[in-house]
T-cell receptor, first 118, second 111 residues
Framework: GAVVSQHPSRVICKSGTSVKIECRSL??????MFWYRQFPKKSLMLMAT?????????EQGVEKDKFLINHASLTLSTLTVTSAHPEDSSFYIC??????????????FGPGTRLTVL | GENVEQHPSTLSVQEGDSAVIKCTYS??????FPWYKQELGKRPQLIID?????GEKKDQRIAVTLNKTAKHFSLHITETQPEDSAVYFC??????????FGTGTRLKVLA
């Protein structure tokens, strides 16, 4: 139980294009989803928190117009990196909490998406 | 806001020895502390967690201790094996379900 998928696993795009990353909870309803960014050999940096049906809450320093988050259903959240630039290249990981497991506040992570912007 | 410090940043142990990773947090309101293991290029996997109403929790070779007064918690791995080699992250819950992660500890178990 508590499986989170993420798609795509890898994406390479040209500078200036937009990229959408999907995060799905496969066997539970995710009331809250989180988006993280991770640089090589670094920790997970929380970008934003999204709750189903409401606007995402962004962490300080994260541009909400650049990183668009949509949590349209209890099993799907999307992150769109708009007008991507090389400095946006990173490993993006989502996590979800919800109605699964012994703890409703345990975060279960997706496998991550490696974004490379040329 | 919450701040979580983790040390050491790297740790090498001989196979069969114990490994200890320590974290401190700043927000006294935090009451949930998970530990994650992340292998290279893969997702963080929850390995153990502890709540503030408990001082210690054990699961086979892994244990976590929490000192709420001192605001620190530790991960203990006994009888380490090569497959324990990975990066370990502690976290403290800060606000509704939101985690603040430590900086990570790269554990190497030498065969």
């Amino acid at each position: 139980g508590a499986v989170v998928s993420q798609h795509p696993s890898r994406v390479i795009c040209k500078s200036g294009t937009s990229v959408k990353i999907e995060c799905r909870s496969l066997d539970f309803q995710a009331t809250t989803m989180f988006w993280y960014r991770q640089f090589p050999k670094k920790s997970l940096m929380l970008m934003a928190t999204s709750n189903e049906g409401s606007k995402a809450t962004y962490e300080q320093g994260v541009e909400k117009d650049k990183f668009l988050i949509n949590h349209a259903s209890l099993t799907l959240s999307t992150l769109t990196v708009t007008s991507a630039h090389p400095e946006d290249s990173s490993f993006y990981i989502c996590s979800a909490t919800g109605t699964s497991g012994s703890s409703t506040d345990t975060q279960y992570f997706g496998p991550g998406t490696r974004l490379t912007v040329l | 806001g919450e701040n979580v410090e983790q040390h050491p940043s790297t740790l090498s142990v001989q196979e069969g020895d114990s490994a200890v990773i320590k974290c401190t947090y700043s927000d006294s309101a935090s009451n949930y502390f998970p530990w994650y293991k992340q292998e290279l290029g893969k997702r963080p996997q929850l390995i153990i967690d502890i709540r503030s109403n408990v001082g210690e929790k054990k699961d086979q070779r892994i244990a976590v201790t929490l000192n709420k007064t001192a605001k620190h918690f530790s991960l203990h791995i006994t009888e380490t094996q090569p497959e324990d080699s990975a990066v370990y992250f502690c976290a403290a819950e800060s606000g509704t379900y939101k985690y603040i992660f430590g900086t990570g500890t790269r554990l190497k178990v030498l065969a």
